[in-house]
Nanobody, 115 residues
Framework: VQLQASGGGSVQAGGSLRLSCAAS????????MGWYRQAPGKQREWVAD???????NYADSVKGRSTISRGNAKNTMYLQMNSLKPEDTAVYYC??????????WGKGTLVTVSS
């Protein structure tokens, strides 16, 4: 299983970004998919996840500003982030969890939000 996150960049506060996580070797629609982030000097934290049945969950810090989704045709997961804040600055990672509980991580993509 390989995951490739992309879509990060530098934006001003209030801007938007859409992160993508392309998966190979496992389906994004049949496994639990999640986004995590790690800010400089801080531990990695959970951001959002989506279950095979489409149930989504969000951390309070991004709730109402972010939407996690899966592509219909592509084996890709997305995180649409709006109203970005400087505190959203972090490296964002995607994770795939198979039914047996094994986790797969992709390399992160850096999001930098300037005030």
């Amino acid at each position: 299983v390989q995951l490739q996150a992309s879509g990060g960049g530098s934006v001003q506060a209030g801007g938007s970004l859409r992160l993508s996580c392309a998966a190979s070797g496992a389906g994004v629609r049949i496994n639990i998919m999640g986004w995590y982030r790690q800010a400089p000097g801080k531990q990695r934290e959970w951001v959002a996840d989506i279950s095979p049945d489409g149930t989504t969950n969000y951390a309070d810090s991004v709730k109402g500003r972010s939407t996690i989704s899966r592509g219909n045709a592509k084996n890709t997961m997305y995180l649409q982030m709006n109203s970005l804040k400087p505190e959203d600055t972090a490296v964002y990672y995607c994770k795939l969890t198979v039914p047996l509980g094994m986790n797969y991580w992709g390399k992160g993509t850096l999001v930098t939000v300037s005030s």
